[in-house]
Antibody, heavy 127, light 111 residues
Framework: QVQLVQSGAEVKKPGASVKVSCKAS????????MHWVRQAPGQGLEWMGR????????NYAQKFQGRVTMTRDTSISTAYMELSRLRSDDTAVYYC????????????????????WGQGTMVTVSS | QSALTQPASVSGSPGQSITISCTGT?????????VSWYQQHPGKAPKLMIY???KRPSGVSNRFSGSKSGNTASLTISGLQAEDEADYYC???????????FGTGTKVTVL
């Protein structure tokens, strides 16, 4: 079945970096954009950016420009999100989410929605 | 880019209908018919319920419906059930520079 499996929880000190992985299975990894969304404890969802696994091209939310790097390894169908210069307010659950393609009559188009989500990775930033 | 505005909480009795609003601006909700809605139970990942404003992915109950008027999108849950108790988030495409913005989230309580 289609699924995204993320790496385990991380505890980091302020100023450090964290790299979260997201392994895809059950579909063609290079055929769908991968997004990263985070959720601070008790707070809402926040879109961080996306990567085109086919080309490696990325788009980042302005808030994270300069601190986030999204990459992929197509040989193992895995996307990565690295966040640097961590602060305490980066403490959150980080999700990867697949772009939703609507397919009908043999053709597919992107819908700007996210249909498959990873289980989330808790990143705690604390001194 | 500010988050889209949702009511903090909405409640209803089993069998009733409720509507959650999602207010944005002419730069996001008002400009594109690309609002999606997500249901999130505690400790779980979000689940896609509505895309492109009013379309349901396969497997989502037809008790969930979406609409839009101007800068405000809405999610209606009809025939409210206990399992619908969860947090709900809207999300809109916001153009090529911002890309996506989420709503503030709404906690739905089934009385």
């Amino acid at each position: 079945q289609v699924q995204l499996v993320q790496s385990g929880a991380e505890v980091k000190k302020p100023g450090a970096s964290v790299k979260v992985s997201c392994k895809a299975s059950g579909y063609t990894f290079t055929g769908y954009y991968m997004h990263w969304v985070r959720q601070a404890p008790g707070q809402g969802l926040e879109w961080m950016g996306r990567i085109n696994p086919n080309s490696g091209g990325t788009n980042y939310a302005q808030k994270f420009q300069g601190r986030v790097t999204m990459t992929r390894d197509t040989s193992i169908s895995t996307a990565y999100m690295e966040l640097s210069r961590l602060r305490s307010d980066d403490t959150a659950v980080y999700y990867c989410a697949r772009d939703f393609l609507h397919c009908s009559g043999g053709s597919c188009y992107p819908t700007d929605a996210f249909d498959i989500w990873g289980q989330g990775t808790m990143v705690t930033v604390s001194s | 880019q500010s988050a889209l505005t949702q009511p903090a909480s909405v409640s209803g009795s089993p069998g009733q209908s409720i509507t959650i609003s999602c207010t944005g601006t002419s730069s996001d909700v008002g400009s594109y018919n690309l609002v999606s809605w997500y249901q999130q139970h505690p400790g779980k990942a979000p689940k896609l319920m509505i895309y492109e404003g009013s379309k349901r992915p396969s497997g989502v109950s037809n008790r969930f419906s979406g609409s839009k008027s101007g800068n405000t999108a809405s999610l209606t849950i009809s025939g409210l059930q206990a399992e619908d108790e969860a947090d709900y988030y809207c999300c809109s495409y916001a153009g090529s520079s911002t890309l996506y913005v989420f709503g503030t989230g709404t906690k739905v309580t089934v009385l």
